[in-house]
């Protein structure tokens, strides 16, 4: 799981193999052509105790003003215009979930990529597992988070600017981490708290119990039952999850899973977590990578040249976040986007 203090702040195993020049290729044309739009979003519905916020990233004219933003001295930002009128076009939506403790801003180069191939995009930040957002018992409710996602597709196909704008029959999700597990519920997988308990008794040392031992998760009837509800969401057509943190099996909906077999201190076990999953999932709706050069972080921003530094200087060890994060993550987040945008035009 995502759950370094910097990441907000600045911040069928058969393996399938990508051309790595075709990849450098897309990433140089994403930056050379891409006019993306953002602006911030709030979602204001019956649930008013959890207000959810993000960024909502769209094609613009190219003649808008671009700059770059959510920049600083970690992470290299994007361009983009702020506000701008977005596209005259039916467009699919892509919804990204953070990791744990991660934030909207986490994935903006992937969305970036999307935007260049004329989707809409909404990252959100999930109340209680957020950078800035980290109230306890927001982070119980953990199956809150899918509901999020749901809210998120909701309200954006409602809104009176974007409703339009978006092709319902096209919706899709990408999770990193936590955000992966997120995605599991609402592609139709269920927690089994029987199962859960069992498991941990097992082996504490388990991804899922450590969470559920510092959040309180699933620790009265009621909470265990809020966990195995239904939370699937037969909108979203196909879902990329990016080394998921927890895995909830049966699942409905196409998938692509990437695994990170890199070594770093966020590394999960992939044999408990994306190989285990695919191997328990249909093949005809299931497609797995595993790129050598990926570690957990690579799923999250550029790094600058002085990261490393920075983050060290201030918690020892932290600069793994960035290790191999600028031309390097460069070549990453292009196999990454490339996978992603054939998995959803052909899922």
Known sequence: MVSRKHIGVRHEKTLHVFSLGLCIAAAQAYADTTVMGWQTFTVTDAQKERPIEGLLWYPVQDDVRVERIQSNGVWIGVDAAKNATPLEAKHPLVVLSHGMYGNARNQN????ALVSEGYIVASLNHPGTSTWLRDPNDARQLWERPRDVSRVITSLLADKDFSTLIDAERIFMGGHSLGGWTAMWLAGGRYDGTKVKAECAADPSDLICGISDMWQIAKTPEDVLAMEQDLSDPRIKAIAVFDLGGTLAKVKTPLLVIGAPKPSKGSLDLNRESRALVS????????????????????????????????????????????????ERITDHALISNAVIAFFANP
Do not use: M, N
């Open 109 to 112: 180069w992937l969305a970036q």
């Open 280 to 327: 328990a999932l249909p093949k005809e709706t299931t497609r797995y990578i595993e790129p050598t050069s990926l570690s957990h972080f690579d799923f999250l921003g550029l790094c600058t040249e002085r990261t490393v530094e920075i983050l060290e200087d201030e918690v020892a060890g932290d600069g793994e976040i960035c290790e191999d994060g600028a031309v």
